[in-house]
């Protein structure tokens, strides 16, 4: 590090100080290097005019106050608050000497916990919309600068909370700045730093070698954080993609960040990762999307950065192409898409940071058929060295794959990988004994195939019995709660009564497994039976199903119990007698093949006085997979397969054997095993031969795998529980705990459990992918009380006793997690979907079907935890089919298909629902609620939810209205929000308190 005395301008409070510091450049020490000049303390002009906000045009509430702490001058101004939206305005009248660009600083605070906005006018012309992040809480101080360009004389900058803005901030003061001249138009393609428009401490220096030009810019420091910046105007020859270059120092031995605006608007955060030393220079490049003329790049030390580098040049080029396929028919995975975790962060249209340990993206690929597949990866390294990842399929380690330098622009690197039909995972990782430090863009599959654009990619086809031929009776549609009908998909369903009763299909596909989804009676005493039915193929009969129904039928007021003399509960949802359906599953003795006859058929000897079936799937399922190498075997510590022993204490010794003694993983072969206590996991890979051979069976309740720690693999089971009623005390999920980080759950299908996921805070990164859960008696996966980075996806939830897939803020908040192309059908009670509380959490591409009470498509509420949302929660592309439900046990209202509900406090995190279909919603399509409806004029909630987006949502057919609120203020703003075949019309807004901001291609309400 340099030792050079070094002064900057520094603002303190109200005063003007001179500082100094010992450097690295200039000034990438610590902030703990700075310290005043005593005695130089005099007023000096600043390098720009700061015009303090209680001297402004105040207007529409505008206030001073002085009740938050850190403001400068006398004062700052309030009252952009929601009873003042479309008023209050603060106005600054500035003085421009000669006419040019000009920064326009704004420091203000923002204690909300998310973004807020308000309007920019120049001269009473609206020029931008503003986005102000968070800051700590109201008594912090942050800054937001926009470019301007004013001519010489007087001008009014007026910021404004607009009908479209979310206001709720204070401001303090407003700093006008002169750009410096910046140099010539395409002076490039290298641009020096030094030539670079310097501002907010940013300055020239010589006092580290190897900088190209005649010097470097340094300052960017801990006292320069939220100002420094080096903005460079660069041309562009033509439209397209071009890579720009950096050039830079990093000696703090960590990787650092600055923040890349194109144009004046903040395009991402960056990462430039550390160099030897001071003296040592390393690149880092960004693909940027310009159009042909000039450009400006301005590399800032925003708040949200980390800063401490030096800037020696910046190059722009055109990008490179991305390389060609591999040989053959590709399909490209883009890796942006994937579920990635361990610090790697995601660009508009690739991943950076795969820096440390840790670090990986997981790509899900699809193929029609098992074979050693090519792959092509589109990476980048810059480092002008080998770069190395490990590679893992379906979790298992296939190699270590080597990244050659690629300098500035994209390039390829193919291998080939054995892959299984059907889904599979490809990770590209950074372990202990990689390197890292590259970029990825992309994956190319030879043969592979795209995944479902809405919900969970399956192996089977699912046949609907009402769809099929019957001489039987066909169930018309009836929503009732408490009927067999409501609990059908679709509504609807055959019920074989009589000997010779039948319904078939025509197979789509060739087959040697069946599903069937069937209601049979239970004893009179509970418990259910057990009765046979008659599977033929092709007229002919190919096996006798065994059925029950031990696993179907409930009592009483919720949770319900098993025996028909369960009560009632005051104030419990008490249809009678329901959950009428359970799944029995086959491998069958011979294969169906593709367009046969498939039936099932009541004959003489299937005793049960009826059969109401659903539907079936039907799926080819492989061969068992093999073990893996250096993996140890459940068996050679004594369990044995399909016996009635307990098999929890082998299962627990062949972990412990395989940690002691550095083997990959534990085997489970195919057979059932039974587990009668709970196994922990950390640090470990259990697998199985594939869900259809390797089956965990639990004796109990209460027995589970339970998360102790990180990186966990649990791959290809099934686990079986013998829950029969709902307990809440002692039941447990099957999978539940804490996943710590780096953790993989893929291809497991769990039945008769109480839950199949709990997943509990420490997780942070887990990725379950690839599965099922069927007949719970509560939740089908809840992410609960402060999970964070998790992604839950390609799993399909069926018949579920509570939310299928829910987010459950408890205590603390869940963080950026994630429910993507999944399949939510007839949850029993509840919601296809939930998200309670939390901050930027998402449901993407998905379908939820066939909800049955107290219930809706997505719930999106704080009911169950005074916690806030915060940030942005997303519900794009995903579509909604015979969603929503009565809800008057909770709260004496019917729920939409998409229902936004405040109970405790202001919604006052965006809410984004973009892409999705509601179709045939029960009640109302989209609804908007605060409270307890049970009067038509209760008292007036005043707690906003607010922002809302709503755009291209599409209502076909709903049992109430289109769009409906209730007793709740706030803004939504609507664009290509179409509805049609509402019952009682298109919109209901209770006493006309919502505000609806229609922007265009509106129609319907």
């Known amino acids: 590090m340099g030792t050079a005395k070094k002064n900057a301008w520094r603002t303190w409070g109200g005063r003007i100080l001179v500082a100094s510091w010992l450097s ?33 045009a105040l207007s529409g509430g505008a206030v001073i106050a002085t009740d938050h702490a850190g403001y400068s001058g006398s004062g700052f101004v309030g009252g952009f608050t929601d009873g003042n ?10 003085s421009i000497s000669a006419a040019g660009n000009f920064d326009v600083t704004l420091r203000y605070a923002n204690g909300t916990g998310s973004a807020q906005t308000l309007s920019l006018y120049v001269d009473g012309t609206k020029v931008k919309q503003i986005s102000l992040g968070a800051t700590a809480n109201w008594d912090n101080w942050g800054t937001r600068t926009d470019t301007l360009s004013l001519g010489a004389g007087t001008h009014t900058l007026r910021y404004k909370f607009d009908t479209t803005d979310s206001g709720n901030v204070n401001l303090d003061n407003l700093t006008l700045s002169a750009q410096a001249t ?59 993609n071009h890579d720009a270059t950096l050039r830079y120092a990093n000696g703090t031995g960590g990787a650092q960040t600055l923040s890349l605006y194109v144009d004046g608007t903040k395009v991402k955060q960056i990462s430039l990762d550390a160099t030897a030393n001071w003296d ?42 991305p390389p060609p396929p591999p040989t053959g028919s590709g399909f490209v995975y883009e890796a942006e898409e994937q579920f990635f975790s361990g610090g790697v962060a995601k660009e508009s249209a690739w991943l950076r940071d795969f820096s440390a340990p840790g670090a990986r993206v997981i790509f899900t690929v699809n193929l029609d058929a098992a074979a050693a597949t090519s792959v092509g990866l589109r990476y980048l390294n810059n480092s002008g060295t080998n770069k190395t990842l490990n590679v893992y399929v379906n979790g298992v380690f296939a190699l270590t794959t080597t990244l050659a330098p690629t300098g500035s622009t994209w390039s390829g690197k193919t291998e080939t990988l054995s892959l299984r039909r059907g889904l599979n995972t490809i990770t590209y990782q950074y372990d202990s ?78 087959a040697n497994s069946l599903v069937v989804r069937y209601g049979m009676p239970d004893a009179p005493a509970g ?28 009592y009483g007021g919720y949770p319900y119990g098993d025996s028909p003399s369960t009560p009632s509960k005051p104030g419990e949802w008490d249809p009678g007698p329901h959950r009428f359906y359970d799944e029995s599953r086959f491998l069958l003795s011979s294969s169906i093949p593709a367009g046969a006859t498939v039936k099932l058929q009541k004959d003489g000897g299937d005793t049960a006085a009826y059969y109401t079936i659903d539907l079936i799937d039907l799926e080819q399922v492989e061969a068992p997979q093999p073990m893996p190498a250096n993996f140890v075997s459940i068996t050679s510590f004594g369990a044995i397969a399909d016996d009635n022993g307990d098999d929890t204490q082998a299962i627990l010794n062949a972990i412990s054997n395989a940690k002691s003694t550095g083997r990959a993983g534990v085997w489970i072969p195919s057979g059932a095993f039974n587990i009668n206590s709970r196994v922990t996991l950390d640090n470990i890979h259990l697998r199985g031969a594939g869900p259809w051979y390797t089956r965990i069976q639990a004796t109990n309740i209460g027995e589970h795998f339970t998360g102790t720690g990180s990186n966990v693999k649990v791959i290809d089971l099934a686990y079986f529980g013998n829950v029969v009623e709902r307990n809440d005390g002692a039941d447990r999920a099957a999978f539940e705990g804490s996943f710590g980080t780096g953790s993989l759950i893929q291809n497991v299908w769990i039945e008769h459990a109480k839950v199949g996921y709990w997943i509990r805070p420490g997780t942070d990164g887990l990725y379950i992918v690839n599965g099922r859960v069927r ?3 509560a939740d089908g996966i809840n992410l609960h009380a402060g999970v964070k980075n998790t992604m839950v996806s390609h799993v399909h939830a069926r018949n579920t006793g509570d939310d299928a897939f829910a987010m459950w803020s408890d205590g603390a908040i869940n963080e950026n997690c994630t429910f993507r192309h999944d399949t939510a059908q007839l949850p029993n009670l509840a919601n296809t979907f939930a998200i309670y509380n939390g901050r930027d959490n998402k449901l993407l591409d998905s379908v939820g079907a066939d909800t049955h009470y107290a219930s809706s498509g997505v719930l999106i509420t704080d009911w169950f935890a005074d916690l806030p949302f915060l940030g942005t929660t997303e519900v794009r592309r995903v579509t909604f089919n015979r969603t929503g439900g009565e809800q008057t046990v909770n709260f004496s209202m019917n729920a939409g298909a998409v229902w936004v509900h405040g109970v405790r406090r202001e919604i ?80 209901s807004n209770h006493n006309n308190r919502y505000t609806f901001n229609k922007v265009s291609g509106n129609t319907g309400w």
Do not use: M
């Open 24 to 56: 690295a450049g200039v000034g990438c020490g610590a902030s703990a290097d700075l310290f005043v000049e005593e005695g130089l303390a005099s007023e000096r002009q600043a390098a720009g005019s700061t015009y303090e906000a209680e001297s402004a």
């Open 775 to 777: 007949n719970s008696y």
């Open 280 to 321: 040592s220079w390393g690149t880092r490049t960004d693909t940027l999307s310009l159009g042909a003329g000039t450009h400006t790049l301005r590399y800032k030390f925003d708040t949200t950065d980390s800063g401490n580098v030096n800037l020696d040049s910046l190059n722009l080029t055109a990008a490179t192409p």
């Open 908 to 987: 006052s995190g965006h809410i984004l629902v973009e892409d999705v279909e509601i179709n045939d919603s029960t009640f109302s399509g989209i609804k908007i609620s605060w409270g307890k409806g049970a009067s038509t004029n209760p008292p007036v909630n005043n707690h906003a939810i607010s922002p809302v987006t709503l755009k291209n949502v599409t209502i076909k057919g709903a049992g109430a209205y289109g769009l409906e609120t209730f007793n709740v203020p706030g803004t939504a703003t609507c664009t290509n929000v179409t509805v049609t075949g509402a019952a009682l019309g298109g919109l």
């Open 85 to 94: 939206k479309g008023n209050a305005a603060a106005q600054f009248t500035v």
């Open 433 to 510: 004994v990689n390197t890292g430090g590259v970029d990825i863009d992309a994956l190319t599959v030879v043969n592979g195939k795209a995944l479902a654009d809405r919900g969970a990619t399956v192996p089977y086809q699912e046949l609907e019995a009402e769809a099929g031929t019957t001489n039987a009776t066909v169930l018309n549609p009836n929503r009732t709660p408490g009927t067999v009908e409501a609990e059908s998909s679709g509504r609807r369903a055959v019920k074989l009564t009589q000997t010779g009763h039948y319904v078939q299909w025509s197979a789509p596909q060739a």
């Open 182 to 240: 910046p140099p010539p138009a395409g002076s490039g393609p290298l641009y020096e730093a030094e030539s670079a428009a310097l501002s907010g401490g940013a300055v020239i220096a010589t006092d580290h070698p190897g900088y190209s030009g005649t010097g470097f810019v340094g300052g960017f420091t801990d006292g320069n954080k939220g100002n420094a910046a080096a903005q460079f105007t660069v041309n562009a020859s033509a439209t397209g």
């Open 527 to 554: 418990g259910g039976i057990n009765a046979t039915l008659s599977l033929y193929v092709n007229g002919t009969k190919l096996q006798t199903l065994n059925l029950t129904s031990r696993h179907a039928w409930v």
